[in-house]
């Protein structure tokens, strides 16, 4: 059977809204609906896999494109989604609260971001993003009885909105240089006509700007610490998977559909200054925090530093080592948040104190952190080196024709190390502190037991056999 | 000038001292209220461009509908905060027209070396009912349909977010 369109996103759109109707008609079984819901994200992925890649199709007048880089990503985020669902069922605040409106609101994500990994048109890609952005004010409010959650929700709210305004005015400029906002227009208008292409610069950088609220870039990441924080820790999760991937897919997508402004082609001054901007503001900002969610937050900025490196590099094997970083940075980041999940269950806070002595606590939950974090720092042989060091390669190729990327790799460089070092002040934490006398062991769900079985693997596999993932992301580019 | 030449700029300014009169009023219902003119102001540049449906939609759904149901809610809530003009602190008020400088620097240059642009022989466009319709059902169904799911998104956000708290 080929793809038919709209037809995973269809799917989803489905299960959240049979999941909400479950949810009101049979009160007392919201947990059961809620893993159904999980079951039901695995399904559709499981069987988008026997579905046999389409050729190229560009559909509502070139503004949806179906391409083997849309459906890739697309089970990628539909995968994403549903390890966050299964800890959204194992979270003890979100259990007290009950209903099944959480997996919805996470599903719609899902549905968003998977339009956007088929966005080909500057209209349809700001609405598919503000239907990812307003699921996410709601899911990091969700625990409107914490004031945490509450700041977070509205950091989160005030920013995401003047984001989202940078990006329209921005896009009135698109228009106004190309007057089209359909990518394949624009690129033909931007090379048959020279006049426009400064106000196309203008308009472009801040649909960026706009687009750098997602990715967590310099200057737009001030909320990610706080967000992550505050955020229900499956909403967090959320955030800083399936939303990062959803914006990178679309980065990426400007780049293949070549409408970066002409002016940037040729060196990609802007880019790589955000990049090396990013990746020092995280790798610098995570040194001081004690909370692990934080630290995650400044991690995720971090990460956003390599996948814009990645992008500016470009070539090829740039492009191929983005889509790799991406993949394997979802297994980690996941397993990671997983494990507070279970261990941040009271108040919804993990500071270091909450991890000490987990590996008496929980020898399952420690190991899972230790992977993670060395996954997250770049210790082979994980899936993070592998990333890194990609991207590095296709930073030092591009080095070769212009020299300035040598600095960055440099940048790059010291940011990896100074991240090692909190990384492995987090595992300090919980493999050589003793237990708190009072802490029990932990009995882990078995539904955060999939999860993090499934994200070790990831991690693993990825680490030790990375061609099948590799020879894909080179598929998908052509 | 001509007179269009006046009347944008009679508009244009208009609707920029509503914009800094909606932040510095001392209560949330003239804030409101000039956000209501400035809706108004900004129907008449619509006008300007021949964009009929647009500035009678605008004065219809935002002045009409929108705003009542704002000023109907902050009237409700009685936040009736009264504030010195001055409120707020030294860095907004140093930052916000930095801000502002900072993108008219950007913006001045870019647009005096795109006058060849609006010398160029325009392609007209009547804002018409139909010719604003016709690519929304057709062209850009897709997008349309989407912005249904964001309406579900933002119903259910408010069903959760304000529903009373029911002890368990």
């Not at chain 1, 890609?125 to 509205?154: D, P, W």
């Not at chain 1, 991207?391 to 212009?402: E, H, N, Q, S, Y």
Request: net charge neutral; charged share 10%.
């Amino acid at each position: 059977m080929a793809f038919y369109v709209l037809q995973m996103e269809i799917a989803v759109v489905v299960l959240a809204v049979l999941g909400l109707l479950a949810g009101a008609f049979w009160p007392k079984h919201t947990s059961l609906i809620r893993r159904g819901l999980a079951e039901g994200a695995l399904v559709v992925l499981v069987a988008s896999l026997f579905l046999v890649f389409p050729q190229h199709h560009a559909l509502f007048g070139g503004a949806y494109v179906l391409d083997r880089f849309a459906i890739v990503f697309k089970q990628v985020l539909l995968g994403a989604a549903a390890l966050v669902l299964l800890l959204a069922d194992a979270h003890e605040p979100l259990r007290k609260q009950g209903g099944t409106e959480f997996a919805a609101l996470v599903l719609l994500a899902t549905a968003g971001m998977m339009l956007l990994t088929s966005a080909n048109d500057f209209i349809f890609l700001f609405v598919a993003l503000e239907l990812v952005t307003i699921t996410f004010y709601v899911l990091n409010s969700f625990l409107r009885g914490e004031s945490r959650a509450l700041e977070a929700g509205l950091k989160y709210l005030v920013l995401g909105a003047l984001s989202a305004g940078f990006m329209a005015y921005g896009l009135a400029y698109v228009f106004g240089a190309a007057d089209s906002l359909n990518f394949g227009d624009i690129h033909h208008a931007l090379h048959d006509d020279k006049t426009a292409q400064g106000i196309y610069l203008f308009g472009f950088a801040l649909v960026l700007l706009g687009l750098g609220f997602k990715l967590a870039m310099v200057p737009m990441q001030i909320w990610a610490p706080d967000v992550y924080q505050g955020a229900p820790t499956p909403a967090a999760a959320f955030l800083a998977s399936g939303s990062k991937i959803a914006g990178f897919v679309v980065l990426l997508r400007l780049v293949f559909a070549d409408v970066f402004p002409p002016a940037w082609e040729a060196q990609p001054v802007v880019l790589m200054a955000l990049a090396a901007l990013t990746l020092l503001y995280g790798a610098l900002g995570g040194l001081a925090q004690t909370d692990v969610k934080r630290l995650l937050g400044y991690s995720s900025i971090a990460n956003a530093g390599f996948l814009l490196l990645g992008i500016a590099a470009g070539g090829d094997f740039g492009h191929a080592a983005v889509i790799y970083y991406l993949v394997q940075y979802l297994f980690a980041v996941i397993a990671v948040f997983a494990v507070l999940t279970v261990v941040a269950n009271a108040h919804d806070t993990a500071d270091r104190h909450t991890l000490m002595g987990l590996h008496r606590r929980s020898p399952l939950l420690a190991l899972a952190l230790l992977l993670a974090m060395l996954s997250l720092a770049g210790v082979p042989p994980l899936g993070g080196a592998l990333g890194k060091f990609f991207v590095l390669v296709a930073t030092v190729m591009r080095a070769r024709i212009d020299p300035a990327f040598y600095a960055l790799a440099g940048v790059a460089i010291v940011g990896a190390v100074i991240a090692l070092f909190y990384y492995l002040r987090v595992l300090r934490g919980a493999w050589a502190d003793p237990a708190p006398d009072a802490a029990a062991r932990i009995t882990v769900p078995w539904t955060v037991r999939v999860v993090l079985y499934i994200c070790m693997a990831g991690m693993l596999f990825l680490g030790i056999w990375p061609q099948p993932l590799l020879a894909l992301a080179t598929r998908c580019l052509h | 000038m001509t007179v269009y030449d006046a009347m944008f700029w009679f508009f244009s300014l208009a609707l920029l001292l509503c914009g800094v009169l909606v932040l510095i009023s001392r209560d949330a219902v003239a804030s409101a209220l000039f956000m209501v003119l400035g809706f108004i102001f900004l129907a008449g540049l619509y006008l300007l461009l021949e964009a009929w449906f647009l500035a009678l939609i605008q004065i219809l759904v935002y002045a009409g509908a929108i705003m009542v149901l704002f000023l109907f809610v902050v009237m409700l809530l009685d936040f009736r905060e009264k504030r010195r003009w001055w409120h707020g602190n030294l860095l907004g008020w140093l930052g916000a027209p930095l801000a502002v400088a900072a993108l008219l620097a950007a913006l001045l240059p870019v647009l005096k070396r795109a006058g060849a642009l609006a010398d160029a022989p325009e392609k007209w466009f009547e804002g018409t009912l139909e010719n604003v319709m016709t690519p929304v059902f057709t062209r850009y169904l897709l997008p349309v349909e989407v912005t249904a799911l964001i309406l579900l998104a933002a119903t259910i956000g408010v069903v959760v977010l304000g529903r009373k708290e029911t002890k368990p």
